[in-house]
Structures are given as C-alpha cells and as structure tokens.
C-alpha cells in the first residue's frame, strides 16, 4: 500500500472521527447513561434508540468514505488487489449488461425478447374493499404484528 494511500484514509479518518462520528457516540453514551439511571426507561429508551439510528447513519457515512478513499488511489496506481490481515482488497471490473435507450425501436426489432407479465394483483384496492366490508372471495383482511413508531414531537 502506498504512502499516499495511508495518509488519504488517515486524513479521511481523522476528519469523520472529529466531524461526525464522536458526536454520535458521545449522544450514543449520553443516552445509555441516561438509560442506566431512569426509574422509567421508556422515555430513554427512545433516545437510545435514536442515538443508535444517528450513530449508524454516521458510521455508514465513514464507511462509504473509507471504501472510496483506497478505491481511488488503487484505481489511480493500477493496483488491482492487495491484502491485509487475512483479507483480500480487490477493484473488481463493472459488471456488463444491456441498456434500454428506445423501447419501441428495440421491440419492434426483436419482439422475441419481449413476455407478458402475469396478472399483478392491486393490494391497495383489495384492502380498501375489504375494510370497506365488501366480501371478496378469497381474501381475508389480516393484522400484522404492532411495531414501535418514532417521530420527533
């Protein structure tokens, strides 16, 4: 790996870390202390929880970072691979596929290519006649399991 290549992700790093990433785990710790000393944990718990969301977001972010940084220098010094404690790094080729640029020259051209599609069913209006209290034969309306919803008040 080049001297280039360590500084950048350093740099890239150092600079997420400071910017982004620590004040999510510092939110991350604040609402696990909190948390920890709640007679009722629910309210804190909902910070936790959002503390959690942020905090992912933010290490997804650094990840996305992080993979970029060597791709790029990899890409600009021609390294195709490299490894590093049992891992293999490698800058893999685009996959090649066909690309739709006029849908009616290209089926009249080789209708061959073209299969109908089976029926798809209208969920939404299946719904909106069953809790209208229409019977449909075949359908049942069915509840699925609750979940917790979180928005900012």
Do not use: W
């Not at 920890?36 to 969301?53: F, M, T, V």
């Not at 069953?130 to 049942?140: D, F, R, S």
């Amino acid at each position: 790996m080049s001297e280039t290549l360590t500084r950048d992700l350093r740099d890239v790093a150092n600079e997420n870390h400071a910017q982004e990433i620590k004040a999510a785990t510092d939110a991350y710790v604040a609402a696990l202390t909190s948390i920890r000393g709640a007679n009722n944990p629910d309210g804190p718990a909902l910070d936790l929880i959002l503390a959690c969301e942020a905090a992912a977001a933010k290490f997804k972010a650094m990840e996305d970072q992080m993979r970029a940084a060597p791709f790029r220098t990899m890409q600009g010094d021609g390294v195709v691979s490299f490894e590093y404690g049992g891992m293999v790094a490698t800058v893999r080729a685009g996959s090649t596929s066909a690309q739709v640029t006029d849908m009616a020259t290209l089926k009249k051209a080789a209708p061959e290519l073209f299969v109908p599609q089976p029926d798809k069913l209208l969920q939404s209006e299946l719904t909106k006649r069953l809790k209208a209290g229409m019977a449909v034969a075949g359908a049942q309306l069915s509840t699925g399991a609750p979940s917790l919803t979180i928005r900012r008040a």
